[in-house]
């Protein structure tokens, strides 16, 4: 259950630089280093993160001894899906996915 758990947030803090972009812009890193605080958070949240798992066993009822290496490879790599995901649905036409695109100025 701690892989699952793993796999779940480092999910969520990939989805946190798809979320950044609101349009269709491809680039979902573009103007990221503009605001300090958004990356002071990012990286406290993975660092929470790899404490929690490795460390936090019996005050987050994780597994004692953290994860093994290739179960954070696994994590991080589903983590890489959601930039996959995010990027196809930027492409995706608006009349496919009328939710999903820009809104028409008449």
């Known amino acids: ?17 798809n979320a950044r972009i609101i349009n269709d812009d491809l680039n979902i890193f573009k ?3 503009k605001n300090w605080l ?3 958070l990012v990286v406290f949240m993975v660092g929470a993160q790899i404490l929690m798992v490795e460390v936090g066993s019996d005050a ?9 290496i290739y179960h954070w490879l696994i994590a991080i790599m589903l983590g890489f ?4 995901v995010g990027f196809i649905a930027r492409l995706l036409p608006e009349t496919i996915v009328p939710q999903l ?3 028409n100025e008449e």
């Open 1 to 17: 259950m701690t892989n699952v758990f793993n796999i779940f947030v480092m999910m969520a803090i990939f989805n946190i630089f």
């Open 31 to 33: 103007n990221i280093h």
């Open 38 to 40: 958004y990356d002071v």
């Open 60 to 68: 987050f009822k994780v597994s004692h001894g953290g994860l093994h």
């Open 81 to 84: 899906t959601i930039w996959i």
């Open 101 to 103: 695109g820009k809104k």
